[in-house]
Structure formats: structure tokens, C-alpha cells
């Protein structure tokens, strides 16, 4: 019943600049933490950036200083500033969410279906 849906992914010159967003809807009870990861062609899944309930904050070394991970938890969605982009930040983008929901009273790991984001002149 939970969903994850990002939106904001393009295709930018490098030095460019988008902004990502994910809105987790459903049966959702409270959200404990959300974040992107991005996955190249090639490469594992890594973690970009992650905010908590609380809103601290962690990104990963690559992206930091140029990408800024915020959320809205009136409107349970997580926002992904992403500046100064390089040819390397190339990817699909993933959110995830850790929650509990009406269905689930321990809290369970979400994904999104991605969105992707192409640095290129």
C-alpha cells in the first residue's frame, strides 16, 4: 500500500543543477528516514544522501558541498538539490524510505522506481 514516486530527473550540461523530489504515499504511520541512492551502468547501488526524522543529515563524499538532501513531512516527500552536476553523478536516482505503515507496525525499508539523470554536454 506504501508507494514512492520520484519525479525531477532530465538531462543537464555539466555545471548544471536539478532538483529531485520522492512523495511516499499510502497507509504510511510515520517516517523515519528518507534518502536517494543512484546506480550507473556498470556499478553497485550507492547510498547519495540521507535525512532522518530528526533531520540530520549525511552525504555521501562524492556529492558533497553540491548536493543538498531536504524534506517536507507535512507532505512526507524528500528533495534532492543537486548542483554543480558532473558527467560522474550520471545515474538512476532511487529513493527509499525507512517507515511504518497501518500494515506494518515494524518499521520496513521502501524503494522508488527511480528516475534518471544524465550529465552531458
Known amino acids: 500500500q506504501v508507494q514512492l514516486v520520484e519525479s525531477g530527473g532530465g538531462l543537464v550540461q555539466p555545471g548544471g543543477s536539478l532538483r529531485l523530489s520522492c512523495a511516499a504515499s499510502?497507509?504510511?504511520?510515520?517516517?523515519?528516514?528518507m534518502g536517494w541512492y543512484r546506480q550507473a551502468p556498470g556499478k553497485q547501488r550507492e547510498l547519495v544522501a540521507v535525512i532522518t526524522r530528526g533531520g540530520s543529515t549525511n552525504c555521501a563524499d562524492s556529492v558533497k558541498g553540491r548536493f543538498t538532501i531536504s524534506r517536507d513531512n507535512a507532505k512526507n516527500t524528500v528533495y534532492l538539490q543537486m548542483n554543480s552536476l558532473k558527467p560522474e553523478d550520471t545515474a538512476v536516482y532511487y529513493c527509499n524510505a525507512e517507515l511504518s505503515s497501518v500494515s506494518t507496525i515494524s518499521r520496513a525499508v521502501y524503494w522508488g522506481q527511480g528516475t534518471q539523470v544524465t550529465v552531458s554536454s
Open positions: 499510502g497507509s504510511i504511520v510515520s517516517i523515519y528516514a
